[in-house]
Each structure stands twice: as structure tokens, then as C-alpha cells.
């Protein structure tokens, strides 16, 4: 057994915040949480690693990025979505075609992850068989978990992306094949959006879906112009989640990325088949996509979890995120004069952490029965405040100031990965 110690944090519900100072946390030798407690244990036969004054909270999980958009990270910002895609993103993606270049890449990526407290993802990799499993190599060497997609895309690729139909299926089924070796990183079918692909390939990956149990993940109603082109597209679905649910891609654990424009029809269709909202704050304000209405969804009992959607998103740190989450919500709350409450602080912190979670059925911030996922927060870079601070102060601010160099320890899986 071992026991860490701590200021310990988590919010096991929508805008709930639970603190015990100088709690514990024991774990079994598997690194399994057997349990949360006030305070560690007289006598306990088990090994100490005792934090001190720090903050010990459940890590963040990133439900929506997009890897092989890593290197162009701050580039494009002033375009809308297509433009964007076509002048910068697809001839980014274009160059994991080199394994090498991919390598480098991903293992980058994965270490700078992990050191912001990112242990769980939910991640688009591109049409590139082997440098995705590339990617999935250097996530788990890191100790990042979760899915990645090797996207499909057999049409509107802007001309630097290209794969057929039958090169589609039959580098997803190479891919699939190839996933057994991962451990803690699996595979999740990823049909980039509608527009991207066939009624062939999206009526082929809604029968592999069903036949192999696989999740799947793509983007809903990021934009006004793109809903356009998929009615164009689809003119038999009176909404665009329909062109996902007619091939038997909209059901329970799939996700979608942005829902900017998702009305009440398409919202309820959410909730009903059990797919999740990847809110994604800062693409949708770069990319001038528009403003998530994230309380509506969450009041209406939808699923939402945070995504960086990098590089639509600029950001890569889960922490910006949830704060970023926390802004673009009062902007809609003042341009709806208040008639759409904004996230308060606890709300978009259990939204970037315990929301995620979940959905990998790890539930309630510091899952008992689930392998540990935390990080280890030292506010001694912090400005020193005037007077003692509460605890739920020093959350707030370690929320809002935190940076890698502030997270001391990272633990995922029940494995400490970073730091001491």
C-alpha cells in the first residue's frame, strides 16, 4: 500500500468542490485508489510519499485535439474554419507522412502533455496508418492514456491529404490490427467530419463501430457555413447529427467536438443516444466559429467535457482551458444579459477533469476502484499573498496561475510519470 499526502481537491459534481486538508489518498500496490481520507492513518503499513502543504488534484483530461496540428500552433488565427483547414491545416497534417518528422514530433508533444497535467485524452491523429501509431507509441512511453483515431477522410482533403475509399478501410482495419501490442492508449474510429467522407466510408465505419465495439469521434456544428455544406452534402437530413446517426455513428460514448450551433432538437438528440460534448472555448473564439451554449446543455442534462482543440485552440494546457471555458461563458452570459449563467470556477474545473473522467468510467474526481490520476500542484511560484489564504482560495488562484512549472508530481494509471 502507499499513502500520498496532502491539501487534497476534487470536485466529485457539477459545481461541487470537496477540500480536505492534509488528507490522504491510499492506494493499493497496483496504484488502484482504495480510498480518500481525512487524514493518513496511525499505523498504516504503508509506504508515505508526503506532499507537505501542496495541492493535490485529480489530473485534466483533454477530450478533443488534434496532434498532427501541434507544429502549427498559433498560425492562422484571423481565418474561419475552411480556410483555415485548407491554407494551413491539411498541408501540416500532409507531413507525417515521415515517420522520422512524426516521431519527433509526437514524442514532444506527449512530454509536454504530460508535464501540464494532461494524463487522459481523446485525440485525432491523420490519415497516416503508421505515424499514428507512432503517436500512440510516444502517449503511452510518456504515461498518457486514453484514444486516438487515425482520421478517415476519402473527399474534400484540399488537394495535400489524399486516400481512397479503399485505401480508408483498408489502413483502418491495418491500423485496428496493430492496436493489440497498446496497453493503456486504444484505438477510436474517427471519420474527420462529414464533409470529409463518403456515405460509403461513413456507412463502412458505422458497421466496424458495431462489429468491433468501437467509440467514435468526430465534429458537430462548429459553424454556421459548415452546417451549410453538409445540408448541401446530405439533403435527406433535415440536421447535421443525423449524417452521423443514419451510418450508426451517433450512439452512447461517442464524441463530438463544439456544438456552437447544436439547436434544442439536436441537443436532445445528445442526450438521448449518450453522446458527449467536447466544448472546445478557445477554438470556437480564434476560429470565430461562435460561443458554445454550455449551460443550456449542461441544464438540459448533455454531457460535456473540455477539449483543446489544438491548433484551433492556441493552448495546449488543460488549466488555460478551463479558464478560457470559465471567459468565452461570461461572454455569452453579458451578450445574453444574463439570461446564460456563466461557469463559476468549480464548474469548468469538474468539467476539465472528473466530466473526463467519466466518460473513461473513472466518476466522482478521485475514483475509489480506479487507478490514480493526479497532479501535484506547489504554489511557491505564486505571488505571496497579503494573508493566509484559504484552502478553496489557493484553488481558485492555483487554477487560474498554474503552469508546468508549478506541477510538482503527475500520476497516471496509478504511476507516478512525472516529477517526485
Not at 1 to 12: E, H, K
Not at 297 to 303: A, N, P, R, W, Y
Request: net charge negative; charged share 25%; glycine share 8%.
Amino acid at each position: 500500500m502507499r499513502l500520498l499526502l496532502g491539501n487534497i481537491l476534487f470536485s466529485p459534481r457539477l459545481g461541487e468542490l470537496t477540500a480536505i486538508p492534509r488528507g490522504a489518498l491510499l492506494l493499493r500496490d497496483d496504484g488502484v485508489l482504495e480510498d480518500v481520507l481525512p487524514a493518513a492513518p496511525e499505523g498504516a503499513d504503508a509506504e508515505t510519499v508526503d506532499y507537505g502543504d501542496a495541492l493535490i488534484l485529480p489530473s485534466f483530461v483533454d477530450m478533443h485535439l488534434h496532434a498532427p496540428q501541434y507544429p502549427m500552433l498559433g498560425m492562422g488565427m484571423d481565418l474561419p474554419l475552411i480556410d483555415w483547414l485548407n491554407t494551413y491545416t491539411f498541408k501540416t497534417e500532409a507531413r507525417f507522412a515521415d515517420e522520422a518528422f512524426a516521431r519527433r514530433t509526437y514524442r514532444r508533444l506527449a512530454e509536454e502533455l504530460i508535464t501540464g497535467g494532461t494524463t487522459r485524452v481523446c485525440m485525432f491523429s491523420s490519415l497516416h496508418t503508421d505515424a499514428t501509431l507512432i503517436l500512440m507509441e510516444e502517449l503511452e512511453r510518456a504515461g498518457v492514456t486514453g484514444y486516438v483515431g487515425k482520421v478517415n477522410m476519402d473527399r474534400n482533403s484540399g488537394g495535400d491529404l489524399n486516400e481512397t475509399t479503399e485505401e480508408s478501410k483498408r489502413e483502418t482495419l491495418r491500423w485496428l490490427d496493430a492496436c493489440d501490442r497498446f496497453h493503456f492508449v486504444k484505438p477510436i474510429l474517427t471519420p474527420r467530419f462529414t464533409p470529409s467522407c463518403t456515405d460509403e466510408l461513413m456507412a463502412w465505419l458505422g458497421k466496424l463501430a458495431e462489429q468491433r465495439g468501437l467509440y467514435v469521434q468526430s465534429h458537430l456544428s462548429e459553424n454556421r457555413g459548415e452546417i451549410a455544406w453538409v445540408k448541401e452534402l446530405h439533403p435527406d437530413c433535415a440536421q447535421y447529427w443525423e449524417t452521423y446517426a443514419k451510418y450508426g455513428l451517433w450512439k452512447d460514448h461517442t464524441v463530438m467536438a463544439h456544438c456552437v450551433w447544436s439547436d434544442e432538437r439536436e441537443r436532445a438528440a445528445m442526450r438521448e443516444h449518450g453522446v458527449t460534448v467536447a466544448h472546445c472555448a478557445d477554438s470556437n473564439i480564434n476560429i470565430c466559429s461562435g460561443v458554445a451554449p454550455v449551460r443550456t446543455l449542461l441544464d438540459e442534462g448533455v454531457s460535456v467535457t473540455l477539449g483543446s482543440d489544438i491548433a484551433g485552440g492556441a493552448m495546449l494546457a488543460m488549466s488555460r482551458v478551463v479558464t478560457t471555458s470559465i471567459r468565452v461563458s461570461k461572454l455569452r452570459c453579458m451578450k445574453t444579459d444574463g439570461r446564460d449563467g456563466f461557469l463559476t470556477v468549480d464548474e469548468a474545473f469538474y468539467l476539465g477533469t472528473t466530466a473526463g473522467h467519466r466518460w473513461f468510467g473513472a466518476d466522482g474526481g478521485f475514483a475509489k476502484g480506479k487507478p490514480l490520476h493526479a497532479i501535484v500542484v506547489d504554489e511557491s511560484g505564486f505571488p505571496e499573498p497579503v494573508r493566509e489564504l484559504t484552502l478553496r482560495e489557493r484553488f481558485e488562484r492555483c487554477i487560474y496561475l498554474m503552469d508546468k512549472s508549478a506541477i510538482r508530481a503527475v500520476w497516471s494509471e496509478g504511476r507516478r510519470v512525472a516529477g517526485a
